[in-house]
C-alpha cells in the first residue's frame, strides 16, 4: 500500500504564506502524477495544482500566479508553496499521488488532510 501524509497547514494572514508537504511511502515502484486539492465548507472538493514526474504543472485559475507546487522524485515528496494567501484560501487541503505500486498494481491514494486558515 501506498500512504501520503501532509503537514505544513495552519493559520495564515492574508497576504501571508504557508508551505503544505506531502510525503509518500510504502510499497512504491513509481509514482506519476502528485496534486493538491481543497475543500471548503460546503463545497466540493476541486483541484488546486497537480504536479507531473517529469515537472509539468497545472494550476486552477484562483491560485495562479500565487501557489507554486514542486516535488522531489527521491523523496516522494511534493510541496505546495502559498504566498499572498486570501481568505477564501481557507480548506481543508489534500494531497493526492498515483502511480504504481511495488506490486505492479496502479494506484491513487489520497492523504487525510491538512486544514488551512486564513485569517486575520
Known amino acids: 500500500q501506498v500512504q501520503l501524509v501532509e503537514s505544513g497547514g495552519g493559520l495564515g494572514q492574508p497576504g501571508g504564506s504557508l508551505r503544505l508537504t506531502c510525503a509518500a511511502s510504502?510499497?512504491?515502484?513509481?509514482?506519476?502524477?502528485m496534486g493538491w486539492y481543497r475543500q471548503a465548507p460546503g463545497q466540493q472538493r476541486g483541484l488546486v495544482a497537480v504536479i507531473s514526474s517529469g515537472g509539468n504543472t497545472h494550476y486552477a485559475n484562483s491560485v495562479k500566479g500565487r501557489f507554486t507546487i514542486s516535488r522531489d522524485n527521491a523523496k516522494n515528496t511534493v510541496y505546495l508553496q502559498m504566498n499572498s494567501l486570501k481568505p477564501e484560501d481557507t480548506a481543508d487541503y489534500y494531497c493526492n499521488a498515483n502511480g504504481v505500486a511495488g506490486t505492479w498494481s496502479p494506484f491513487t491514494t489520497w492523504g487525510q488532510g491538512t486544514q488551512v486558515t486564513v485569517s486575520s
Open positions: 510504502g510499497s512504491i515502484f513509481r509514482i506519476d502524477d
